[in-house]
């Protein structure tokens, strides 16, 4: 079920505060800060039904979805919720924190064969707009926010295969949030987003650096700045390298159509192809030599617009439009299939539980 948040929580975030800070595409807040009393369809914010009984969560429909090929809808995510974060684990895709009535510290996990969505343990505090990676069989969770306030955070976490509970690694260097992070060649590098600060200015510039962590050492260090600062950006990785693509300056617009590629190994950025268009608040997934960039946010509208990369080429091509218009959004690329989850539908506060995936062909 779709939930939206009083359009009074994006006044105290866009031209009722600052014209659009560090947290624009963040809706949702506190706990239960400015919640509705009933959602859209009339049920309870708590997704019960008007008469009280329980939802059907997870259900597949249980959102409004309208596709058409090559676009299917799939088992909702179970709770209307965005500014969210996906990787892959073990052949199920884990979709971690982000804000729902509040922020949250629910880690969701799906397994596509099975066609049901499950739970991991809780991360240690709620969390939005943080970075979630797997590596050897282990999850990660780096940064982040935590509440309203939109301050980037220097805690991480770890997720044992097999445990029961975080525990903390050491903190990054520099606090971070809406960034993204991968795994190169045995190291999580985390690019892009921002950090602390107390003018936009410096925020941007604190989320240059690239951060590269050692889970043998538990140890972060320091690489190369990023050319152009950017958050809500996106990206994935290729061939041993960090393609970063879009994103903001801390406002909803403009959005940028930049690439920009590091290479752990050398330390390097290099200049990757442009967007067709400007995107920030999205996401993004690979597979079989291609990328697809998804959705995005502007002052007025969310983005149903899907860019696909041909990475031998690369070359961007149009591709069939998402059917519900997102941002805030995880995407994930799994068993021949790309799924675009949850989000937003519309600016700022407007959250989904829609899942929808394509075939890659």
């Given at each position: 079920?779709?939930?939206?948040?009083?359009?009074?929580?994006?006044?105290?975030?866009?031209?009722?505060?600052?014209?659009?800070?560090?947290?624009?595409?963040?809706?949702?807040?506190?706990?239960?800060?400015?919640?509705?009393d009933?959602?859209?369809?009339?049920?309870?914010?708590?997704?019960?039904?008007?008469?009280?009984?329980?939802?059907?969560?997870?259900?597949?429909?249980?959102?409004?979805?309208d596709a058409e090929?090559?676009?299917?809808?799939?088992?909702?995510?179970?709770?209307?919720?965005?500014?969210?974060?996906?990787?892959?684990?073990?052949?199920?895709?884990?979709?971690?924190?982000?804000?729902?009535?509040?922020?949250?510290?629910?880690?969701?996990?799906?397994?596509?064969?099975?066609?049901?969505?499950?739970?991991?343990?809780?991360?240690?505090?709620?969390?939005?707009?943080?970075?979630?990676?797997?590596?050897?069989?282990d999850?990660?969770?780096?940064g982040?926010?935590?509440?309203?306030?939109?301050?980037?955070?220097?805690?991480?976490?770890v997720?044992r295969?097999?445990?029961?509970?975080?525990?903390?690694i050491?903190d990054?260097?520099?606090?971070?949030a809406?960034?993204?992070?991968?795994v190169?060649?045995?190291?999580?590098v985390?690019?892009?987003?921002?950090?602390?600060g107390?003018?936009?200015?410096?925020?941007?510039?604190?989320?240059?650096?690239?951060?590269?962590?050692?889970?043998?050492?538990?140890?972060?260090?320091e690489?190369?700045?990023?050319?152009?600062?950017?958050?809500?950006?996106?990206?994935?990785?290729?061939?041993?390298?960090?393609w970063?693509l879009?994103g903001?300056?801390?406002?909803?617009e403009?959005?940028?159509?930049?690439?920009?590629?590091y290479?752990?190994?050398?330390?390097?950025?290099?200049?990757?192809?442009?967007?067709?268009s400007?995107?920030?608040?999205?996401?993004?997934?690979?597979?079989?030599?291609?990328a697809?960039?998804?959705?995005g946010?502007?002052?007025?509208?969310?983005?149903?617009?899907?860019?696909?990369?041909d990475l031998?080429?690369?070359?961007?091509r149009?591709?069939?439009?998402v059917p519900?218009?997102?941002h805030?959004?995880?995407?994930?690329?799994?068993g021949?299939?790309?799924?675009?989850?949850?989000?937003?539908?519309?600016?700022?506060?407007?959250?989904?539980?829609?899942?929808?995936?394509?075939?890659?062909?």
């Amino acid at each position: 079920m779709r939930t939206r948040v009083l359009a009074a929580l994006a006044c105290a975030l866009l031209a009722c505060g600052d014209g659009g800070g560090a947290g624009a595409d963040a809706g949702g807040g506190g706990e239960d800060a400015g919640a509705p009393d009933t959602t859209r369809d009339g049920s309870a914010p708590d997704g019960s039904a008007p008469d009280g009984s329980a939802p059907d969560a997870g259900a597949a429909g249980c959102g409004p979805c309208d596709a058409e090929a090559p676009w299917r809808c799939d088992r909702c995510l179970g709770a209307a919720a965005q500014e969210i974060v996906a990787t892959v684990l073990d052949g199920r895709i884990v979709v971690a924190g982000g804000i729902e009535r509040g922020v949250v510290p629910t880690v969701r996990v799906y397994d596509p064969a099975a066609d049901v969505w499950g739970e991991l343990p809780e991360l240690p505090e709620p969390r939005h707009h943080v970075q979630l990676v797997a590596f050897a069989g282990d999850l990660y969770a780096l940064g982040g926010m935590r509440d309203l306030g939109f301050d980037a955070l220097r805690t991480a976490w770890v997720l044992r295969a097999g445990a029961d509970a975080w525990t903390p690694i050491a903190d990054l260097p520099r606090a971070r949030a809406a960034g993204f992070a991968g795994v190169v060649e045995g190291r999580i590098v985390l690019v892009g987003g921002h950090g602390a600060g107390r003018a936009d200015t410096d925020k941007l510039e604190a989320g240059r650096p690239a951060l590269l962590y050692d889970p043998a050492e538990d140890a972060w260090s320091e690489g190369a700045l990023m050319p152009t600062p950017r958050e809500h950006c996106a990206g994935f990785v290729h061939e041993g390298e960090l393609w970063v693509l879009g994103g903001r300056p801390l406002t909803l617009e403009p959005t940028f159509d930049t690439v920009e590629i590091y290479d752990p190994a050398e330390d390097r950025w290099r200049a990757g192809p442009a967007m067709a268009s400007g995107h920030g608040g999205f996401a993004a997934a690979a597979a079989g030599g291609r990328a697809w960039a998804v959705g995005g946010e502007e002052r007025a509208r969310a983005l149903d617009l899907v860019e696909e990369l041909d990475l031998e080429s690369e070359t961007w091509r149009s591709h069939a439009p998402v059917p519900t218009p997102r941002h805030g959004h995880a995407m994930a690329a799994i068993g021949g299939r790309v799924y675009v989850i949850g989000g937003a539908d519309e600016p700022v506060f407007a959250a989904v539980d829609v899942v929808e995936s394509f075939a890659i062909e």
